[in-house]
């Protein structure tokens, strides 16, 4: 079974500059999730998808980034425009549902730099 | 609010060695908790999980915990490390009910020696 896919693995830009990260959850996984991962850090939730409603966004910084999971199934995280502080692996992660007790599957992760 | 304190950013053993790494956590109710394993350049996989049942967990390549109500703990044990084991580990804690979302803690670096 093919795990949670991310690109790209890795992803340099200048700051101002735009940038998106794509993510194809485990098939059958109605719950997406994106989390942010600083350097010596845990990942803490961005965003949360359910199908193809967004729910508990509310560390999503929303002037400047963006997601959608249109149907429901792949999603994307667009930064516009990109700041220094941006710099982190942005991780996708799916369950099967929302429950608490969850697992939840990761993908790779993208890591960005910004300069 | 539920909030996990790992103790210790690097813990590093000798292999065949025990190993020990601790979670504390804070919950207002019984909580479930979580071990996941980030190796480098990979995502988190899950080591294990607590939802209420047996209160020693058994977990994937030879890892357990405890959990242990009156200490506010879940520490995570192998009893010989192996050098494969070396990666980041992550306890998390999320609570019955509903749809919560884990939090995780910092993170604890195990460093095996040869």
């Known amino acids: 079974e093919a795990g949670v896919v991310q690109s790209p693995r890795y992803k340099i830009i200048e700051k101002k500059q735009p940038v998106a990260f794509w993510c194809n959850p485990i098939s059958g996984h109605n719950t997406l999730y994106w989390y942010l991962q600083n350097l010596g850090q845990g990942p803490e939730l961005l965003i949360r998808?359910?199908?193809?409603?967004?729910?508990?966004d509310s560390q999503l910084p929303k002037d400047r980034f963006s997601a959608e999971r249109l149907k429901g199934v792949d999603s994307t995280l667009k930064i516009q425009p990109a700041e220094l502080g941006d710099s982190a692996v942005y991780l996708c992660?799916?369950?099967?549902?929302?429950?608490?007790?969850?697992?939840?599957?990761f993908g790779p992760g993208t890591r960005l730099l910004v300069l | 609010a539920q909030s996990v304190t790992q103790l210790g950013s690097h813990v590093s053993v000798s292999e065949g060695a025990l190993v020990l790494l601790r979670c504390n956590y804070s919950?207002?109710?019984?909580?479930?908790l979580f071990w996941y394993v980030q190796y480098p350049n990979q995502g988190l996989q899950l080591l294990l999980k607590y939802t209420s049942a047996a209160t020693l967990v058994k977990g994937i390549n030879g890892f357990e915990a405890e959990f242990k109500k009156s200490e506010t703990s879940f520490h995570l044990t192998k009893p010989s490390a192996h050098m494969s084991d070396a990666a980041e580990y992550f306890c998390a804690v999320s609570r019955p009910g509903g749809s919560y979302i884990p939090t995780f803690g910092r993170g604890t670096s195990l460093i095996v020696h040869p």
């Open positions: 919950s207002s109710v019984p909580p479930y």
């Open positions: 992660a799916s369950s099967l549902g929302v429950a608490s007790q969850e697992t939840q599957y």
């Open positions: 998808y359910e199908n193809e409603e967004a729910v508990d």
